[in-house]
């Protein structure tokens, strides 16, 4: 679940660069860590977020429901599980959550596609695109159905943990600080997450670094001068 990043249109590099990315984030102050996992939340992307979006100090979200901007509806029970995750966000951020009808009226879309690779020119399951490098119209996350043979009820598990991974970037947090898929107990953030004993959701690690992660860029929001 690799996530497009940038102030601007640059791409956020894959892979190892992905790592290289969050150690030079590191290096210059700029990643807060949780004391209880392996997650980090990146200053940086609470910037981007605050400056782009946040002057009315509302996060308004498009959840693409009839395949508007997406190329595949996203289903009623997935539609439950967003709104259940949002909901466990909306007491950790000094600004608002609003839900819009159209992507006309919204800062950030959710989308769902038939295939990552085939629409989106995208190599994996799920993806934060800030920038809108995909021309949906609204920077947006994006994910396909996770397709596990011969265990569906794994399968949109793995899926749910995707959308949740994805909402992560949204709200600020990163990867950790090893390599993707390597062991991250307590956290959603790192690959593994169908190890989670919290289901497929931000863990209460995860929360509690998303409130940490914006109590310290609050008490800083100019951060970059």
Known sequence: MH???????????????????LKEQDSQGLLVKSPDSKATFDLSLADDLDYY????????IFIDKKATIGTKKINKKELK???????????????DIKVVKTPAKADIGMAKFNNMLDDLGE????????????DLGLPSICW??????????????DTKST???EIGHIFGLEHPLTDFFDD???TIMGG??????????????????????????????????
């Open 144 to 157: 396909e159905n996770t397709i596990i043979k011969n265990d569906k009820k794994l399968a949109k598990f």
């Open 184 to 186: 991250h107990p307590n």
């Open 53 to 60: 979006y946040l002057d009315d100090n509302i996060l308004k």
């Open 163 to 165: 959308i949740s991974h």
């Open 192 to 225: 593994d997450e169908l190890i989670e004993q919290d289901g497929p959701f931000l863990t209460k690690q995860d929360l509690n670094l998303i409130a940490q992660g914006w109590d310290v860029y609050e008490s800083n929001p100019n951060i970059y001068g």
């Open 81 to 95: 599980h967003i709104n259940k995750q949002l909901k466990s966000l909306e007491d950790l951020v000094e600004f």
């Open 123 to 134: 190599d994996s399951v799920g993806a934060w695109d800030p920038a809108d490098n995909f």
């Open 3 to 21: 996530q497009l990043y940038g102030h601007s249109a640059q791409t956020r590099p894959k892979g190892d660069a992905d790592l290289d990315y």
